[in-house]
Nanobody, 127 residues
């Protein structure tokens, strides 16, 4: 059974930083592709960043240069380093993973491309 558990969320002021973690069990982070999504209050869930099986990364335009996705195969975990946070980054952040490999130049921030989801960790950025 695949379990993805996010942690590291919290409340920060604008300009601050947070590091989100996603611990995986029953799923090998070195095999498939993984991503971070977020859902702001009253809005639809949106893709933030993804990393494929070959560790090629892709970011939403709104976070490029401020957020960095990475994975640690030894720890079987996914991370999202968030710097220069803005109030519009507020939301619940979800970790997601694909069932199979996605390599080469594959990238996607579409919800339907991902098969496994965590429960989310909240992030609040105040101005």
């Amino acid at each position: 059974q695949v379990q993805l558990v996010e942690s590291g969320g919290g409340s920060v002021q604008a300009g601050g930083s947070l590091r989100l973690s996603c611990a995986s069990s029953g799923y090998n982070v070195s095999s498939g592709a993984m991503g971070w999504f977020r859902q702001a209050p009253g809005k639809e869930r949106e893709g933030v960043a993804c990393i494929n099986s070959d560790s090629v990364t892709h970011y939403a335009h709104s976070v490029k240069g401020r957020l960095t996705i990475s994975k640690d195969n030894a720890k079987n975990s996914l991370f999202l380093q968030m710097n220069s946070l803005k109030p519009e980054d507020t939301g619940v952040y979800y970790c997601a993973a694909t069932r199979g490999r996605r390599d080469g130049y594959w990238s996607s921030l579409l919800i339907d491309e991902f098969d496994y989801w965590g429960q989310g960790t909240p992030v609040t950025v105040s101005s």
